[in-house]
């Protein structure tokens, strides 16, 4: 049964700085679980603590249910692709892949047939006696999964494979890699700064920030039902629009004020989430995804519309991405921006505007006829509002 | 005080080293480690420890072997002040301090022109830098022996040269004169080292970027003023190594004096280390050989010492 | 884009005057004439560098081409650059009379011998002071650098006295033990520093694919450093080949003689001092050197200068 199991895994350096805080996941035996935050977060440190290459400072690493926090990554018998591929030079591709096998010492027989089937598995039977100098990036990181397809090992590590590739190649590879992980049908556990990564090749997804486990759940879930303002900004794109409100204080219907303009609340939300009676007079986040925002020209008969300016479209040919500004104060959460957007872009468009104004995407239908600087309405799709604690970050439920 | 703090004080080039790949099982790999330096440790400590050690006991001891039988007592520090009394130490202290500091500001100077020599690209650059290697690696006997022909009166090169462009000197015994000698010695030595010091500060030159001396051009500086302000303070870690290599070197030569003049004429070209051979292997007197030696040891460590302390690179 | 008519024109236009300009000799300008004159003055100073380093060697050869009676003769008119007759009697007194041949392989035995142990011993400690975390790495370098810059004579008493204990005078193989003090302080820092500089991650690699740490040494960082070791064997046997002060000191009979020190005692041996054999001695013996140097001079430069200033 290989599962890997961290139970409150803490990484303390010896310069007092804290890489990882009381981590505690499971991968279930054939889960593949990613492991994704921003650089720094502590992700890669995890993954190296579980493979032996980092000392744990502490709580308990579990392997196929033993205890490995004192084994050495040989002992563990984890299989690990790294971020460079870590290919040896001075071997061609059929001895790297054997090469753990070699170490074993496999009869020469057995560890032909394996290479060989695994070399089939991946495409590359006809390199099997090239050096990896010769290899292109996509070859090369198939070698090093192939690695740990010879070894049916108890655990599947991979430290950002994809990041070194180029952006069609590792659309093509996601794919590969996921067929790879389900035919060696072992724990997996998946480290990225990449959320598409994240949330098209995990079972589950866990969100690290500050080395602090933000949320572990199916991706779809850390999508619809963010625990905290950091996964709801960090996962998706274009990102969740946030924006600071306060919940009216009274009257009949619930309803929160974002600047100037008013969103009723509709009772489904209400039902989902009963303390939001609590916020009644407070401040609170409001967030609202980019494709629950509906953009048009006409008032429609709805309460809760929002006029905005538009800066920016982006025609992506099925769909439109509208950059606009609203008057309402903007919420971005420490860290969420993904990595290799600059932090800094989103304030810049439209900048030198008047102050009170917060940028936001929408996506709509191409066939919206929308120009830039224009004035439209903003109608939310009100049962997807996401509403979270200022103070803790916290999504407001029960 | 960790050596690594004194070395980071000192500025020395990385002493403490990068850090090891850290890991579980760490104090297997601590001790792994430790198992597998033993063995560089262990000799080296073999061949000059050892060594240093005997040499101390010796010095404060009357050992001397082809006085056999002679009981080998405690002398104290009589070893030590014989060194200053009759014994021709002082004068071969002054005439190695001489060589040294005379051959270390030649072959510096001259090191330094084919440096820079070197560090233009020109055609047959490959070719000058093998050429000048062979003189530094081949052995100081070679040297030696190579120019003890050159400068013999009858069969050298020197006095031919002489003789033909109708120079004084042509018909010198070169070794046969103190000053004369010293400078054959000289010779013999520059030939050899000269290319070292070439090499470690053409090392150094290449690692100064080149928008260095643009940047100063555009600001006006001279050729010579670049040189002096631009080059030579960024050439000083390279500097440092080469003065250190060769200034001990130099202050212990031994294998040119005992092939080339074997201390002569006379005892005008005896060096320290030569004091130190004979007093060894020709008079068996350990003692005083051992103080001899510790004195060696003593001097070559403060005088590395101070070289590094003033050439230390400041950042 | 299609070239048009009036493109083609301008660029013809641009073109014309460029190539029209009539080209101004060097050595017209004045500038000109001082850049040639200080480049023909550097390619002869480089020719004078040239000189300086081999003409010695010439020198040796010819006066070891020397008849016993022309060396007698000395070097005059016509006996000068090039002696009047040219002989091999020398090479062949050499190794006939003084069977210098013996001397030779006694050299290489101790050469070979040192360079083997030194990258055994120093690819052992490289490692560990690159990769394993022993605490004192620092001060165990400096040791081993330190003990480069120890005085060879202040060695010598002790040991001598040592070798004469253990019955190991007059012997070549306690020499390559003797020699490690030449050549480990350079290979290791030279290996330390080159170990330091591979990628961790190869290393890492292989101990999750389940070897151990002497494993990774032996299979993946060794194979990956062979440029690193060959370069310190090279050094290392440079360094050893060159030993006269130890080799002087605890070897007796001339079979047991290296070669440097065989050729100091056979020309201080004879009543005249005959350079022509000498020489043949001298040139042998820098043949090989000569070679190694010329095949590897590019690795003898880089080790060398590797790591003594980048640290």
Known sequence: MATIELDHVTKVYPNKNQAVSELSLDVADGEFMVLVGPSGCGKTTALRMVAGLEEISGGTVRIGGRVVNDLTPKERDVAMVFQNYALYPHMTVGENIGFSLKLRHLDKAEINRRVQEAGQTLGLESMLNVKPASLSGGQRQRVAMGRALVREPAAFLMDEPLSNLDAKLRVQMRAEVSRIQRRLGVATLYVTHDQTEAMTMGDRVAVLAHGVLQQCEPPQTLYDHPANLFVAAFIGSPAMNIYQGEMEADGGEMAVRLGDHRIVIPPSQQEARPALGGYRGRQLAVGIRPEHLAVGHELPDNPSIIPAEIDLLESLGAEVIVHFRIKADHIRPEGAVPEGEDQTMPLTIGAGVSDKTAPGVARVDPRVQLKVGETVTLVPDTDHLQFFDLETGAAISS | MGTRSVARRLRLPSIGGPPPIAGVARKADRRLGYALVAPAVLLLLLVTGFPLAYNLWNSFHNVILSNAGAPQNFVGLKNYAELFTTTGFPQALARTLGFMVVSVVLETIAGLALALMLHRAFRGRGLLRAAILIPWAVPTVVSALLWTTMFDPRSGFVDYLLGILHLPGSQTTWLAGEWTAWAAVLVADAWKNVPFIAIILLAGLQLIPGDVYEAARIDGASTWQSFRRMTLPLLRPALMVALVFRTLQAFLVFDIIYIMTGGGPGTTTETLSYLNWQAFLVDTNFGFGGAISVSLVVISLLMAGAIVFVMRPRT | ?311
């Open chain 3, 1 to 311: 884009m299609a070239s048009t008519p009036a493109s083609t024109k301008l660029s013809a236009a641009v073109a014309a005057p460029v190539a029209a300009a009539p080209r101004v000799r060097r050595w017209r300008t004045w500038r000109g004439r001082r850049r040639l004159g200080g480049q023909v003055l550097f390619y002869l100073g480089v020719l004078v560098v040239l000189l300086i380093a081999l003409f010695p060697f010439y020198w040796i050869l010819r006066t070891s081409l020397e008849s016993n009676a022309e060396f007698v003769q000395g070097v005059g008119s016509t006996n000068g650059l090039v002696p009047a007759h040219l002989t091999l009697s020398s090479y062949i007194d050499d190794f006939t009379q003084l069977h210098f041949l013996t001397p030779l392989l006694n050299s290489a035995i101790v050469a070979f011998g040192t360079t083997v142990v030194t990258i055994v011993v120093a690819s052992l400690a490289g490692y560990a002071l690159a990769r394993l975390p022993i605490r004192g790495g620092g001060a165990i370098l400096t040791f081993v650098l330190l003990a480069g810059f120890f005085p060879v004579l202040a060695m010598v008493g002790p040991l001598f006295l040592l070798y004469r204990d253990l019955g190991l005078l007059d012997n070549i193989y306690p020499l390559i033990i003797t020699y490690l003090v030449y050549t480990l302080p350079l290979s290791t820092w030279l290996l330390r520093n080159f170990f330091a500089q591979i990628p961790k991650e190869l290393e890492e690699a292989a101990l999750v694919d389940g070897a151990s740490r002497l494993q990774t040494l032996r299979k993946v960082v060794i194979p990956v450093s062979i440029p690193a070791v060959f370069t310190a064997g090279i050094l290392s046997f440079i360094l050893a080949w060159n030993d006269f002060a130890f080799a002087l000191s605890f070897l007796d009979s001339p079979s047991k003689f290296t070669a440097p020190l065989a050729i100091v005692v056979f020309g201080q041996s004879q009543f005249e001092t005959y350079f022509n054999r000498i020489d043949a001695a001298v040139v042998v013996i820098t043949i090989p050197i000569a070679i190694l140097v010329l095949i590897a001079q590019r690795r003898i430069v880089s080790g060398l200068t590797a790591g003594s200033l980048k640290g």
